[in-house]
């Protein structure tokens, strides 16, 4: 795999912010190498009983994509904004190829051959997850982006109120309002599948 | 939902969780008013908000890292040197691809497990030894592993490649009986083969079997189930999954899964019969919407039998599939019952409908399972050819057969190291498998232990048989509940086995052969049980004894026996067996196979088994037989050698010599010995330093001892072993096992014996100490508070390792188990050596110490040995004494002092008892112990012997009345007899010397009682005897004879020679008493001069005397007298007094009788009454009077005679329905007329 330096990734991102499509295509297989380099590095870490704060390690990945010393990314919360958008789009992208491929082929009787195996239903957890946050942002904006740039992005609550410019109070309040409401989503699209 | 409205629900939801939560639902009443709408979405929220818990909290990287981690790989992607070419499917269990081994160049399966099954180590490694362990078996229906690793994606495992479809799809598409009749019994062979190695599948579904488009069935993924959380997958765990549960396959569960309980081989059967119901009706038995509905059907519903949705189905294999189904653990047939049960099926089918077009199941098995595989990967396999042996192995079929049919025998197979016994047995055995459902049960003896370790190899037999099936355990409690106990014990359960350890040591050896047969017999009911005794020439006494009484009973017992020994290490160890082959043999109950070396033609065979197709020249296997004189083990490893070298190589597929015939030959190891010592010098010091110290520890040995030992990573070493096992081909994996701390470790053992040795042997004396001590500390560690259990071997260990004190710590650990489970000359061998262990040691304290415990195992195990009468006894507790003394006047003399005593009296020294028992009896009152009771007893005892009865029944009675239960039964264990069984029979004959019959029968009979209240045999015996006497005594000789029949069918059953032989003599004088004189006398004669050849002397005169007054019944006056003398000459010798005044009075009455001078005759008389007033013995006064007043009477002297018979008659204030008394009135009455 060729290397690309940071600058590069940098000058794509800025490019995509900037509103140019094909920078985005090209930034996406980068950023998706770079996870799962990290997401590997991750599960060693994990098999060796050593867990990782995922949030280090998700600075640690935005860190590596930056060229830090460009003078538009001293504002680092405001690049961890824009790269929780790009995560969150990897990831549920990700997760549904993967539900595809795993429910894909009517020859599999789902009921009878059930091993409930956990990343399956993560898989649609993130699918079903990223839907209801689309729903959400519809009328409380700012509460759904919360929830994007903290579980998709993984900051942390200063982080967020930074990127936001709000208090991190606010943050707090509206990830709890956030939280309840797509809680209550997802069950409600639970209840006709498994009761 | 508009902006401003979420806004005032989110205002609300803020507001209301500021709040207290009980006072949430009046306020929303309130803030809400009339718009319900707006209320209920709070509420909701609110609801949500008290659930919500961790959702979502985490990063979604971190969930996403699992899948992204082991995400698919690309087509290119390098697993070590796997590179995956495609995917080929994903199940639950991780993902598929079809991959390259990039070194042998063939195409194999690999699965990637997902991250989530392997963070647990120590499932992991059960994984992976249950998978390698059932790949293995090399069965036809198991699939092959061939590797299982870690790369950066994660565990993987290499598989054989096999083409087809997965069973999921043959149902699907084409279920039927016939479906089900082929591809079933493969299911069930494979199962059956996997059981019977002990491995248990725990995931059989449709989607675990591949069939291939030839027919075979392959089962996948054998222990993989082991991965999964071992705990109960319920409802409520279900509906967990979000927060991280795994679960495995609902569907096919058996009920005792589906409950969360451990399960076991049939398990899978369960599983099995789910799978067979599909096939036959393409239906699944149990009705279900979702995988929680299915764990509640399968423990709940009854399924409709099958016939009922297949019309075809034969009504067996309905009933079979029901069977299988059963709720019941227990009541499913084993694997090879459902084998032999569709082959029945099908042979049944097949005569009915004669159909030719039909594929053939026999042919299906004989197609050659390597026709599609390159030779290079066929030899490349780990398989054991057998080649020869054809007659040893139909000899070994046959008995089998016989066996089977319910005659069953010892089959013995003898041959000098390396010969190729233990592989003969084994192939013998797997050859037989396929057709026939058996048991089988193995142990090995130890070198180490040889001869030492009671019973090992038939407790490690029986260890083997209650692992093998769960329904074993209850019946081995049940019918062999000291086997039992010591086996559980050994496995650590300690609660219960207590319990039974104490029913143990209560237990006789004749108890435990007992029931040792009985279970066999049990097992043996259900399906023939072949054990197998491995290097019988290391077994000890006890196990050649037992192995004895079995073979005695095999004769109508569906057992096969069968052993493998070295002939010339029994000779040279003039080993017990050797003494009771010949009468085995004799009698048709033990056949012996001498295996010899391999001939030549054999060879050959061999290289064209292990080279198929090869082209070695004519005269190679001619050079390999000379090389090694056929011997096995050197022909295999000079081959291997050979090959490894690159000598045996393929060229262009085919195997070749790449060296001349001269060359190889100047090249080539010597000796066996030579062999094994050049293989070693190839290995890398690691391995070789590895290894070494493995030989520390034995033929077996556990890599959790080993890697402490060399200051190793527990993981390093394993991977050292596993490639030793799998590379060079050194060791064996036998099993995993668990230490009492919970560590686990994986058992190995050499690929032979000799190859410990020689490492053994190469060993320098200060290495092989210095890690013999490491590894007893290691095994010291892991053991912790059950170090009993490995005393024997730590006691070797330390020995080796010098560190005498230690060593004779454990020798004496050791010893006091072995005496514990009755195994009284494995006791005396360890107490020996742990004796010379002491002689090490320079004198101290301590020393003492340790030499006095071990004098006293020492002298109580001789004592059962050798008897009372061994000098070596009386020597042995002699020091023990002296060192007793030296040390202190402790508790600990007591055993001493008391075994000193036993010693005397039994020999009839009752003097010198009487000094034993008072030092006794002093010390335990000094002590405030509650042998002061064991020590009234004793004094109480030698003084009934030496005539003192006032004073012996003050003793006895203080006993008796001291004598509780609770306090004193537990010292039975100590003193050998319960004690108040033993005070209560004195006291008995005591009182009834004393003149006091019906005090004298009523202690008897609570003798009695006690005895037979403990489950204690020489108590339960010695209160018989005690009764029997009373009840003769009083001239109840059909009671009195009653009770000697009774004591001798308990004491033959028990074995307890004394007993027996004192029951056949009272047994033989009540036969004498009601006319079967012949008989009676015979058993008299036979049973005293037992008792006399023991060496045992107390009661003899009593004995005599019995024998001296039966044979004046049949007139045999002469011999009476010759009789009676004896019993006077050891009067005076032992001083054994209580009787002696009835000697007089019967010497006096066959004189008497032969007309003898009436002066003799009478002054006799008076000598007896003399005697038996000195002594207060009434009773005896009184027949002594009755004698003389019979002789007045005679002379007329009748007056005279009245009234000295009236005195003592007078003095009796009881027992007047006794017979002396009711005779004494009768002659009174006479004298009166």
Not at chain 2, 176 to 198: F, I, N, R
């Amino acid at each position: 795999m060729v290397e690309h330096s940071p600058q590069e990734i940098t000058q794509l991102l800025l490019a995509w912010e900037q509103g140019d499509q094909r920078a985005l295509d090209q930034l996406i297989p980068l950023v998706e190498a770079e996870l799962h380099r990290l997401a590997s590095r991750y599960m060693r870490r994990e098999r060796a009983g050593n867990l990782l704060q995922t949030t280090a390690l998700v600075n640690e990945a935005y860190l590596r994509l930056i060229d830090q010393r460009h003078a538009q990314w001293q504002n680092r919360a405001y690049f961890f904004g824009v790269a929780a958008t790009l995560m969150r789009r990897i990831l549920v992208d990700f997760a549904r190829a993967r539900q595809v491929q795993k429910r894909g082929g009517a020859a599999r009787q789902v009921a009878l051959d059930e091993a409930l195996v956990i990343s399956e239903e993560r898989d649609a957890d993130l699918v079903a997850l990223d839907e209801a946050l689309a729903a959400l942002a519809a009328f409380a904006p700012r509460q759904a982006r919360v929830v994007e740039l903290r579980f998709f992005g993984g900051l942390s609550l200063v982080e967020t109120a930074e990127c936001l410019h709000v208090s991190p109070d606010t943050v707090t309040r509206d990830w709890h309002t956030a939280k309840a409401w797509l809680y209550r989503e997802l069950d409600r699209q639970d209840q006709p599948a498994t009761r | 939902m508009t902006p401003e409205r979420f806004a005032q629900v989110e205002s609300l939801l803020h507001a209301a969780l500021a709040r207290r939560a009980e006072s949430r639902a009046a306020f929303l009443d309130q803030a809400c008013g009339d718009d319900s709408e707006l209320r209920r979405e709070v509420a909701s929220l609110l609801a949500a908000h008290a659930q919500a818990g961790q959702f979502i909290e985490s990063p979604a990287l971190e969930i996403a890292a699992h899948a992204l981690a082991t995400g698919p790989l690309a087509p290119g992607a390098l697993c070590h040197h796997y590179k995956v070419l495609a995917p080929l499917g994903a199940g639950g269990m991780g993902e598929v691809y079809l991959a390259e081994d990039t070194r042998l160049d063939r195409q194999v399966a690999l699965k990637l497990l997902p991250a989530e099954f392997t963070r647990d180590a120590d499932h992991v490694r059960r994984f992976i030894q249950e998978a390698k362990a059932a790949s293995a078996l090399n069965h036809p229906n198991i699939v092959t592993i061939h590797d299982i690793g870690e790369s950066d994606s994660g565990h993987f495992i290499v598989m054989e490649l096999v083409e087809g479809r997965t069973l999921r799809a043959v149902i699907a598409e084409d279920y039927s009986v016939e479906t089900l009749l082929t591809l079933g019994q493969q299911m069930a062979e494979a199962l059956s083969a996997a059981h019977t190695a002990g491995i248990t599948h725990r995931d059989i579904k449709p989607d675990n079997m591949m069939v291939r488009p030839d027919g075979y069935v392959k089962v996948l993924d054998f222990g993989l189930a082991r991965l999964l959380p071992a705990t109960a997958p319920d409802a409520s765990a279900a509906r967990q999954t979000r927060s991280g549960m795994v679960i495995g396959t609902f569907a096919y569960m058996s009920p005792e899964q589906a409950r969360g309980e451990a399960v076991g081989h049939t398990s899978d059967i369960f599983s099995l019969g789910i799978v067979f119901y599909e096939l036959a009706t393409g239906q699944h038995p149990f009705k279900a919407e979702t995988p929680v509905g299915y764990l509640h059907a399968i423990t709940s519903q009854t399924p409709a039998p099958p016939a009922g949705l297949q019309p075809q189905l034969p009504a067996a294999l309905n009933d079979l599939i029901l069977r299988m189904l059963d709720k019941e653990a227990s009541r499913r047939p084993t694997a090879g019952e459902v084998v032999r049960a569709l082959h029945e099926i099908e042979l049944e089918k097949a005569s009915g409908a004669r159909r030719s077009n039909e594929v053939e199941p026999a042919n299906r098995n004989a197609m050659p399972m390597s026709a599609s595989l390159p030779p290079a990967v066929v030899a490349s396999r780990p398989y054991r050819h057998t080649v020869g042996r054809t007659r040893e192995r139909h000899e070994l079929r046959t008995a089998f057969r016989t066996a089977q049919n319910g005659r069953g025998s010892l089959l013995c197979v003898a041959g000098e190291p390396g010969i190729g016994k233990t592989t003969l047995v084994e192939a013998s055995l797997a050859e037989l498998r396929p057709e026939h459902s058996f048991t089988t049960a193995r142990g090995r003896c130890s070198e180490r232990l040889a001869g030492t370790e009671a019973y090992l190899p038939l407790l490690e037999a029986l260890e083997s048989l209650l692992r093998s099936d769960q329904r074993m355990a209850p019946l081995m409690k049940q019918l062999a509940p000291t086997w039992y106990a010591q086996i559980v014990a050994l496995s650590g359960e300690s609660e219960e086995s207590a319990r039974l350890l104490t029913e143990v040591k209560a237990a006789s050896q004749e108890r435990m052969k007992r029931e040792l047969a009985n279970f066999l017999q049990e097992v043996a009911e259900r399906h023939p049980l072949v054990i197998f005794f491995d290097d019988l020439h290391w077994a000890d006494v006890s196990t050649i004894d037992l192995l004895n009484f079995i073979a005695g009973k095999l004769d109508g017992l569906k057992v096969l026996i069968v052993t493998t020994y070295r002939p010339s290490d029994m000779l040279l160890g003039q080993h017990p067996f050797l003494q009771i082959k010949p009468d085995l043999q004799a009698r048709g109950l033990c056949r012996e196979l001498r295996l010899e070396f391999l001939n030549e033609a054999e060879v050959a065979e061999y290289l064209a088994l292990e080279f198929p197709g090869h082209r070695f020249p004519a005269e190679f296997p001619q050079l390999i037989h000379a090389k090694t004189e056929g011997n096995p083990l050197f022909m295999a490893d000079l081959v291997r050698y050979l090959r490894d070298r690159g000598v045996i190589a393929p060229t262009g597929g085919v195997w070749g010599l790449q060296q001349t015939l001269p060359d190889i030959a100047t090249e080539l190891p010597e000796s066996v010995r030579g062999m094994i010592e050049r293989k070693i010098a190839q290995l890398e010091p690691e391995d070789r330093q590895l290894l070494t110290a493995a030989s520390v520890q034995g033929y077996e040995f556990e890599s959790a001892v080993v890697a402490p030992v060399l200051k190793l990573a527990a993981d390093e070493v394993e991977e050292r072993l596993e490639k030793l096992e799998r590379v060079y081909a050194f060791v064996k994996l036998v099993d995993e096992r668990e230490y009492p701390d919970h560590t686990l470790t994986l058992r190995y053992r050499f690929v032979h014996v000799l190859y410990q040795n020689t490492l053994y042997a190469a060993l320098r004396a200060t290495r092989k100490a210095a890690l013999s001590r490491a590894v007893a500390q290691t095994l010291e560690a892991f053991y912790g508070a059950e170090l009993a259990s490995v005393a024997n071997e730590l006691a070797a260990l330390y020995e080796t390792g010098r560190e005498f004190a230690k060593s004779a710590d454990y020798f004496q650990l050791a010893a006091g188990q072995a005496s514990q489970v009755l195994a009284a000359r494995e006791a005396a061998a360890l107490a020996r050596r742990g004796l010379r262990m002491i002689e090490m040691l320079s004198e101290s304290r301590a020393r003492r110490a340790q030499e006095f415990s071990l004098r006293l195992i020492l002298g109580y195990a001789l004592m059962a040995t050798q008897g009372y009468t061994a000098p070596e006894v009386e020597a042995t507790f002699s020091r023990a004494h002296e060192l007793g003394l030296q040390l202190g006047e402790t508790a600990a003399l007591l055993p001493v002092l008391n075994g000193r005593y036993a010693l005397c009296l039994t020999r009839g020294r009752h003097r010198q008892a009487l000094g034993y028992a008072e030092e006794f009896l002093r010390l335990a009152e000094r002590l405030q112990s509650p042998a002061v009771v064991v020590g009234h007893t004793n004094v109480g005892t030698s003084l009934y012997f030496l005539g003192a009865l006032e004073q012996a029944r003050d003793h006895l009675q203080q006993a008796v009345s001291l004598y509780a239960p609770a306090l004193h039964r537990p010292l039975t264990w100590f003193y050998g007899h319960e004690p108040g069984v033993l005070a209560e029979s004195f006291l008995s004959w005591t009182l009834w010397l004393l003149g006091y019959p019906d005090q004298a029968l009523s202690y008897g009979l609570e003798a009695l009682r006690l005895g037979r209240e403990v489950a204690h045999a020489n108590s339960q015996a010695f209160g018989i005897t005690g009764a029997a006497l009373t009840h003769q005594c009083c001239g109840d000789w059909r009671r009195a004879g009653e009770l000697a029949e009774e004591q001798v069918a308990l004491a033959a059953e028990q074995g307890l020679p004394y007993w027996l032989w004192w029951a056949t003599t009272t047994r033989g004088s009540a036969m004498v008493e009601r006319g079967e004189t012949a008989e009676g006398l015979a058993a008299m004669r036979q049973g005293i001069a037992a008792i006399k050849s023991i060496g045992a002397a107390s009661h003899l005169t009593w004995g005599l005397y019995l024998l001296a007054e039966a044979l004046v019944k049949t007139a045999e006056s002469r011999e009476a007298l010759v009789v009676l003398a004896e019993a006077q000459a050891l009067v005076k010798e032992n001083e054994e007094r209580f009787w002696q005044a009835e000697l007089c009075r019967l010497k006096g009455e066959v004189l008497r009788a032969d007309a003898a001078d009436a002066a003799e005759v009478e002054s006799l008389f008076h000598q007896a009454i003399e005697i038996a007033r000195w002594q207060q013995a009434k009773s005896l006064e009184l027949r002594a009077v009755m004698s003389l007043a019979r002789l007045w009477q005679q002379q007329g002297k009748i007056a005279a005679a009245r009234q000295m018979l009236a005195a003592v008659y007078a003095w009796f204030t009881e027992g007047f329905d006794t017979a002396d008394l009711k005779a004494a009135n009768a002659l009174l009455d006479d004298l009166s007329s």
